[in-house]
């Protein structure tokens, strides 16, 4: 029996232990479905505060981590990915991880978090080598873990771990981790890497440019976020980079975890269903309804999930919200972040209490009875590298309203009047008057096309969205990137 291929993951987020976005839904979910698929993944992650550090094992031994300016010494822990055996192994370090906040607290980001990156990164591989896991494939997802293929060229060479691949998954073009030069001294690589050629850009320290230039392969999270990464639009700057790998870029959708995410299983809801018998989902509309204090009426329910930044175009479709709640509608909004954002949403909520309300949180279980008992699901998205709401929505037969960009255009059908077909709502450009024409056109397609939004529910509910296939994906890409780097296949 030829022995598995080794992948380690690399990540700041994995869920259920950390997560502020889609980049934990993915490292949680994607390692399951690759040890199904015959892969020996498994993740390396920071053991922030937030993790139940009793749950995890001790591991025996002393972690030596180089830095710059000199050592620093961390412990390891084990755990599981729930209901699975893909090892999560937790880096311990007081100073650097034992805090508050992932990145940052309410001052803002820390300041020591090239270090605490850094790390990440390099405690990994000291990991590996007191775990006896050499990994072909190292796979550093986002600018958190962008060094991992830098160091893998650099620090390690001579070392087993030089020998393996590196993929580097991009999230999100628009966090590239980007520092002022001085920061360099925290990563221990001298100033040689210091250029624009590699870790410099514009006279700022870029770590996800160094991933992107050192990496065997870059991925990103969607076929249409691939390409769009190589246009200044959505480049935020790389473009060129990411231009000058040329083929090695290839886009990767993410997939819906279904041991989280399935309406038939789900124990946050009020009840489950299924594509075959949705009687349990008006079960679920109702409990949203009282939960959130508004009439419990048969109106077309709006639903919003997302982290509240400029990303998400909340602001467009705040600009609509007074005009579209004079209509038959409701609208629940879930979401935490940027203040003003906050502010503008909760004002909007006070305004219209009998058509709106409004949570300023992060709330897991609130997040899944929203995505059930929702009608439509609204993310105008200015980019969405993959977005992982939609993809629940479609599961939950819910159907996603989006702005046409990304992974959003990628995975919603839209619907089609003329034939009934579609999966969701879809517009372009995102302006205001095209939000609300497209708001308008499902509250319409509610109340004169019952028949055809029933149909797209169930259709919805049954897209392909699964790991499985992404996984299959990676695996081929692994075995690219081990033959590119290696100069000949994966042979066991
Ligand atoms: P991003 O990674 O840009 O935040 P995605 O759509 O890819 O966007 O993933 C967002 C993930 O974070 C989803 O699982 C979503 O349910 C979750 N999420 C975002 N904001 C909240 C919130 N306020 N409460 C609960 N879950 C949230």
Known sequence: MPRPLRVLHIASECAPFAKSGGLGDVTGALPKYQRE????????LPLYRGVDWAAQARLPFTLTVPMGGGAAFGAAREGRLPGSDAPVYFLEHHHYYDRDGIYGDARGDFGDNVARFTFLCRGAFALSRALGFVPDVVHAHDWQAALAP???DTTEWGTEIHGA?????IHNMGYQGQFHADALRSTGLGWEHYHAGELEHYGALNLLKGGILHATRVTTVSPTYAREIQTSEHGAGLDGVVRSRGRDVVGILNGIDAAVWDPSTDRHLAARYTADDMSGKLICKRALQREAGLPERDVPLFGLVTRLTDQKGIDVLTSVLPAMLDWEVQLIALGS????IERGLAALARHRP??????????????HRIEAGSDFFVMPSRYEPCGMNQLY????GTLPIVHATGGLAD?????????????????????PRALLDTLGHATWAYYE?????????RRAMSQPFGWDRSAAQYRELYLDAVAARRGRGFDG
């Open 37 to 44: 698929a015959g892969v020996d993944a498994r993740v390396v």
């Open 150 to 152: 830098v160091f893998v």
């Open 165 to 169: 691949a590196t993929v580097l998954t």
């Open 337 to 340: 972040g940027d203040p003003s």
């Open 354 to 367: 009998d058509k709106m309300a409004a949570y300023l949180r992060f709330d897991d279980g609130l997040a």
């Open 393 to 396: 929505s479609l599961r939950y």
């Open 411 to 431: 995975t919603v059908w839209p619907y089609d009047d003329r034939t009934g077909e579609g999966t969701g709502f879809a517009f372009r450009p995102l302006s």
């Open 449 to 457: 096309r019952p028949d055809a939004v029933r149909a797209m529910r």
